[in-house]
């Protein structure tokens, strides 16, 4: 893979879009949709400057104990689709500028993710149960969120022997020796204890890594576009809530923390480890905020904050897990 070049960058400082927590992109405009706990922000992506601000507590569109959990702009209806912590969905159009709160969830949200085409949107809520809805909002189906079987894919490690005599393809003899990173079962202390939710790039799977209340550790379950459970991961603890689903494979990119080292790791849409490159940086001194995928699979971002350092450098790596690029913002 060639060396990749910085071709131009921009740092610009905005006071107001400042304790920022979300971000969705309008694609046709350019335009650049942020979210405070409780303020929505419309950004000119040309420009870099503020088009439009507004704060959901204005009218009483959200209470005083409540804050923001997801948004994504949704090209049809020119409008971002706000989810918050109560449980209120609420429509904000920059050009009407214009709140309307077009529903609750009783038992609040705590996370919201739309499908690649938009035509589904996967909610979890704060009793551990998961929603999916219709472009229009309409719910489709309800489920527990933690369900005690495996999932269809069970079958699959069934009949296939010891691990120590399958077939491990490139990675070899030692893979079948090799052991998972563990650490302690209990998740960091700087864990914030959300759901994240991520689909793949043709829309017919998502991943949510969640809490799972009987460990108290992080387990990724894969769901398929009717809502069936497909697949639960191997136990493994370590693992954070950074989650991105490889859109053009079936892989899906995980941070786990270990006893030496902090890895970006790989689980199959079957659930089952796949292997782990480490990261380079001392695991004890960064905090891996997010991972994203390029749109052809390419290139992994890994956004890590170094605790002992103002800067916060995004590193990029190639599907081949070179470090390709480091950008610091």
């Known amino acids: 893979m060639r060396n990749l070049s910085l071709i131009d960058g921009v740092c610009v400082s ?15 405009s350019g335009d650049i949709y942020l979210a405070t706990k409780t303020n929505a922000i419309c ?16 009218d009483n569109t959200l209470a005083p104990d409540g804050y923001i959990v997801a948004i994504q702009h949704v090209p049809d209806q020119m409008s971002l689709c706000i989810a918050t912590n109560l449980g209120d969905i609420v429509m904000w159009s920059p050009t009407l500028n214009q709140l309307e709160t077009i529903g609750t969830i009783n038992n609040g949200i705590s996370a919201m993710c739309w499908s690649p085409d938009q035509e589904l949107v ?21 489920l527990p969120m933690h369900p005690d079987e495996f999932g269809e894919a069970a079958f699959v490690n069934v009949g296939w022997g010891k691990k120590e005599t399958q077939f491990h393809g490139s990675e070899g003899k030692q893979a079948a020796t090799q052991s998972k990173i563990v650490t302690s079962s209990t998740v960091s202390g700087k864990d914030d204890l959300i759901p994240r939710i991520s689909w793949r790039g043709d829309g017919q799977y998502f991943v949510i890594n969640s809490i799972n209340p009987q460990t108290g550790s992080r387990v990724l379950r894969v769901w398929t576009r009717e809502c069936q459970l497909y697949s639960t991961s191997e136990s493994a603890s370590g693992i954070e809530w950074a ?54 699979s390419s290139l992994l ?29």
């Open 243 to 296: 989650t991105s689903w490889k859109p053009s494979g079936g892989l899906v990119a995980v941070i786990q923390k270990g006893p030496t080292a902090c890895t970006v790791s790989f689980i199959e849409k079957n659930g089952l480890y796949h292997g782990s490159f480490n990261l380079p940086a001392n695991k004890d001194q960064i905090l891996v905020k997010d991972l994203t995928w390029n749109t052809d």
């Open 301 to 329: 971002a890994v956004w890590i904050d170094h605790l002992a350092d103002d800067n916060d450098p995004q590193h990029m790596l190639s599907t081949g897990w070179f470090h390709k690029m480091l950008i610091m913002f």
């Open 14 to 28: 905005l006071p107001s879009i400042e304790n920022t927590k979300h971000i969705s992109l309008d694609f046709d």
């Open 43 to 58: 950004v000119d992506g040309m420009k870099l400057e503020v088009k439009q601000t507004v704060s959901l507590l204005d």
């Open 122 to 142: 996967v909610m979890t809520t704060m009793t551990n149960t998961l929603l999916m809805m219709t472009h229009d909002l309409d719910p489709i189906t309800e």
